[in-house]
């Protein structure tokens, strides 16, 4: 079975940057296409950015566009999600998710495997 973990969260002050990787095992990454997703205190999970299995496709939510990019290397089999002009509504808990399709989208149910998630915190 795929197994995703997260790693690159932490403190940050707002406008600042973390750079969040997920890292697959067990399979490759390369059939697989991407999310990442967040989830702050109170409030229900949603999706921030996907990326196709391809790398061609990458999709955002409006609330972080311009402002967060995803990318991937499947020669490492990691998918990264670089984070910029971190403001504090950015909190939360970040997942990546993976589905195996060529086509990536930003609502949870077609991702069959995540991880256990990394906590970002932005404030001063």
């Known amino acids: 079975q795929l197994q995703l973990v997260e790693s690159g969260g932490g403190l940050v002050q707002p406008g600042g940057s973390l750079r969040l990787s997920c890292a697959a095992s067990?399979?490759?990454?390369?059939?697989?296409?991407i999310g990442w997703f967040r989830q702050a205190p109170g409030k229900e999970r949603e999706g921030v950015s996907c990326?196709?299995?391809?790398?061609?496709?990458?999709n955002y939510a409006d609330s972080v566009k311009g402002r967060f990019t995803i990318s991937r290397d499947n020669a490492k089999n990691t998918v990264y999600l670089q984070m910029n002009s971190l403001k504090p509504e950015d909190t939360a808990i970040y997942y990546c998710?993976?589905?195996?399709?060529?086509?990536?989208?930003?609502?949870?149910?077609?991702?069959?495997?995540w991880g256990p998630g990394t906590q970002v915190t932005v404030s001063s």
């Open positions: 998710a993976a589905v195996s399709s060529r086509v990536c989208v930003l609502w949870q149910r077609p991702y069959d495997y």
């Open positions: 067990k399979f490759r990454l390369d059939y697989y296409s």
């Open positions: 990326i196709s299995s391809s790398g061609g496709s990458t």
